[in-house]
């Protein structure tokens, strides 16, 4: 099973082939609530990053000390912890960011790629494919954050990153940046996901 | 009155949760496929929600505010969700056998539902008063409710349509969604 691919394999998985967001559609509330612009879809992915692979970590580590029955319960707490530590910390150093993603920051602890990945994963294994896993989940979902971002805020007000790429004469479409546009950007984006797969595949 | 018809208003309709502030995505996606367990599961949301905004009102205000340990709010929070969640499903199981049948699978999955603790955060957020944060969690439900519900209607309808094959399933819901969305966008001046 697991045991058997190999460590870049492990890492590459999340990128594509699992995709937390586009393939497994887990951590959608997120996705689609936070990428109203591209640097705010790549700062809520950088605090996934964080939460996932240091809960990974802790949770493989003590993989064998927790009891059967009470591990969600761990689980959840091990993650909130973490998820309080990233929340303070852009609060702290970040200000305008933290108010951008609001109560998004905390509501990562019921995202589900987190307890996905510790269920179903750091807590039957290694610490050192915990965490590659834990990277290659959290970079996917973080590329897909931020592309998703990128094309709402092109289409939406012509910047990506805060820099204006659209001429002046393009009409911005408010819709983008709007919560429509979020669900048909995501829409679209699995839609040719799976395009791409088909034609992989054939 | 008015205040608490404001509220009711505004988290049903303005800002329905689903569709205007995107919590509980991950149910309203997955459980939205028939009629009958969309509305199961919207009750079963609402009765957690409702217990929720009682429960963590009285903990932020007496234990974590009269403490001041205002930074453990999203893992008491959880905590509190998670054990409330396990309580609610002991007591359906014990007073009634069709409730239990009817809640009953839906009522684990509700611990991960963002929607619930998203209610913990926002009152907190939003300063209400008790009275308030019990309707604020009850109309949140209301909310939930009606948009996954009027989503199951219209996918019942889709699986007749004919949909290009590369956006069948999770990606013309999204879209769908993305309409619906639109439509609710027009409920925003109301308040």
Do not use: H
Request: hydrophobic letters at 55%; a positive charge; charged letters at 10%.
């Amino acid at each position: 099973m697991a045991k058997k691919i190999t460590l870049s394999r492990e890492f590459l998985k999340g990128l594509w082939d699992e995709n937390p967001v586009l393939r497994m559609l887990l951590g959608l509330c997120p996705a689609l609530a936070v990428t109203n612009s591209a640097i705010n879809g790549l700062s809520m992915g950088l605090a996934v990053i964080f939460t996932l692979v240091m809960s990974s970590a802790i949770i493989s580590l003590a993989r064998n000390i927790i009891p059967k029955e009470v591990r969600i319960p761990t689980f959840i707490i091990v993650i909130a912890t973490f998820v309080t530590i990233a929340d303070k910390m852009l609060a702290a150093y970040f200000p305008d960011i933290s108010k951008a993603l609001g109560p998004f920051v905390p509501l990562i602890v019921v995202n589900c790629i987190i307890l996905g990945r510790q269920e179903a994963f750091a807590s039957k294994n290694s610490v050192s494919r915990a965490v590659i896993d834990a990277f290659g989940m959290s970079i996917g979902f973080t590329i897909t954050l931020t592309i998703l971002g990128s094309v709402r805020e092109l289409l939406g007000v012509g910047t990506i990153f805060a820099v204006q790429i659209m001429p002046d004469s393009f009409e911005p479409w408010m819709v983008m940046v709007l919560q429509p546009g979020a669900f048909l950007t995501l829409g679209l984006m699995i839609g040719i996901s799976n395009w791409l797969n088909a034609k992989r595949a054939k | 009155m008015v205040n608490i018809f404001i509220i009711f208003l505004s988290a049903v309709i303005v800002n329905n949760y689903v569709l205007v502030n995107f919590l509980g995505i991950c149910p309203f996606i997955g459980v939205s496929k028939k009629i009958s367990p969309a509305v199961s599961m919207g009750m079963a949301t609402t009765f957690v929600m409702t217990l929720t905004s009682a429960v963590s009102w009285l903990i932020n205000k007496y234990i974590l505010e009269g403490l001041n340990l205002q930074f453990l709010q999203t893992v008491s929070f959880i905590l509190v969700i998670a054990s409330l969640v396990q309580l609610v499903e002991m007591f359906v199981k014990k007073i009634s056998k069709p409730l239990y049948d009817a809640l009953g699978i839906f009522l684990p999955l509700i611990t991960t539902n963002c929607a619930i603790l998203g209610v913990a955060l926002f009152l907190v957020l939003k300063e209400y008063n008790f009275i308030e944060s019990i309707i604020f969690g009850f109309s949140a439900g209301v909310g939930f409710t009606l948009a996954i519900v009027i989503m199951a209607g219209i996918r019942e309808e889709l699986e007749l349509a004919d949909v290009p094959e590369y956006f069948k399933g999770a990606a013309i819901t999204m879209i769908v969604a993305g309409c619906l969305a639109l439509a609710f966008m027009g409920f925003s001046g109301l308040i």
